[in-house]
């Protein structure tokens, strides 16, 4: 069983940035392949960046590719998104997500979520 918890949401100006953690419980977090997650208002749920286990390859949405960074740490069972550049259309709830397979993630599956955290871009 693995509980994920996300933190570092918030309001900040275009062009601002911010640092996305998701802490994770369980003594598996380095056997899971890690993605991050976002549902903008009104919309479905996307998937945005994922993260290999050993972080040997990282995958981006075009949308994001460029701005954001995800990387992970096994040893403090962490996981981060670092978003640069933020503009309006990045508001949304972003989620963290742990699954076996980076398809799994890539078709919006999961095996655990995390709760959330609201980020709002101004213009």
């Known amino acids: 069983q693995v509980q994920l918890v996300e933190s570092g949401g918030g309001l900040v100006q275009a062009g601002d940035s911010l640092r996305l953690s998701c802490a994770a419980s369980?003594?598996?977090?380095?056997?899971?392949?890690m993605a991050w997650f976002r549902q903008p208002p009104g919309k479905e749920r996307e998937y945005i960046a994922a993260?290999?286990?050993?972080?040997?390859?990282?995958y981006y949405v075009e949308s994001v590719k460029g701005r954001f960074t995800i990387s992970r740490d096994d040893a403090k069972n962490t996981m981060y998104l670092q978003m640069n550049g933020l503009k309006p259309g990045d508001t949304a709830v972003y989620y963290c997500?742990?699954?076996?397979?980076?398809?799994?993630?890539?078709?919006?599956?999961?095996?655990?979520w995390g709760q959330g955290t609201q980020v709002t871009v101004s213009s």
């Open positions: 997500a742990a699954a076996a397979s980076l398809s799994t993630l890539q078709r919006g599956l999961a095996k655990y």
């Open positions: 369980g003594a598996t977090f380095s056997t899971y392949v």
């Open positions: 993260i290999s286990t050993r972080a040997f390859s990282t």
